[in-house]
């Protein structure tokens, strides 16, 4: 079980006291995705970090982007690629989402990549044929290797207080998973409260947490979740 917080472009947990308290998950993996400025700090603290997005180049001429060596030689763990926000309004392609993964995996980082359907796919029940074409893009450029993992995040719930059912979280990661056979977290608006109705879902393998992890009780309370939804 994953549980992997999105610190997004905000000022998280102070890395050494969580690293404290995360210590006492030995069966949950917990990962945290700040920003790249305290990338080093989560390492240093002893915290799976993972970076918010990874370049698919290993250097070059391409202002503000980062490359999965440079995250390698920091001692970062993984990148998470294809996050709804850097599809809206960075403009990220599924073709573009797959390369970086396919960079960050053949560098020998761990992946988690995101897909999910907005309001108006899901409304036009386009939201299966979205995400066939996501995940095929990743499927074609990576394979299934051992370290990547996927994250549903219906767009409608992210940040908006409003979560997938547990029932159709389920439903559609048993869809995911028969695209590609790999884990699959959800993400969207995932709280203490509602964390052990979705955790419990035999196809969510964890959750990728955004407003939640930014306190450590909440982060916490969720691992917690998760530690007795398998127990
Ligand atoms: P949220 O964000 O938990 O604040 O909805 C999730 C995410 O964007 O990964």
């Given at each position: 079980m994953i549980i992997a917080g999105n610190w997004k472009m905000f000022e998280g947990p102070d890395p050494g006291p969580l690293a404290e308290r995360l210590e006492a998950f030995d069966e949950i993996d917990a990962i945290v995705c700040p920003p790249y400025t305290e990338l080093a700090a989560c390492v240093d603290a002893g915290l799976t970090t993972f970076a918010q997005n990874v370049h698919w180049e290993r250097e070059g001429a391409y202002t503000g982007e980062i490359s999965a060596p440079m995250l390698v030689a920091l001692g970062v763990h993984g990148a998470l690629v294809g996050h709804s926000e850097r599809r809206q309004y960075f403009g990220e392609t599924d073709s573009a989402v797959a390369r970086r993964a396919h960079a960050a995996l053949a560098a020998g980082l761990g992946v988690i990549a995101c897909v999910g359907e907005t309001l108006e796919e899901r409304d036009s029940g386009d939201a299966r044929m979205v995400i066939s074409l996501q995940v095929a893009a990743i499927r074609e450029e990576t394979g299934a290797p051992d370290r990547l993992v996927l994250a549903y995040e219906p767009v409608w719930a992210i940040g908006t207080g409003r979560t997938a059912t547990p029932e159709l979280a389920q439903e559609m990661h048993a869809f995911i998973k028969s695209l590609l056979d790999r884990p699959v977290l959800y993400g969207g608006s995932v709280k203490p409260e509602n964390a052990a109705e979705l955790l419990v879902q035999p196809d969510v393998d964890g959750a990728?947490?955004?407003?939640?992890?930014?306190?450590?009780?909440?982060?916490?309370?969720?691992?917690?979740?998760?530690?007795?939804?398998?127990?």
């Open positions: 990728l947490v955004g407003g939640a992890s930014l306190e450590i009780d909440s982060f916490v309370a969720i691992c917690e979740a998760a530690a007795r939804s398998r127990s």
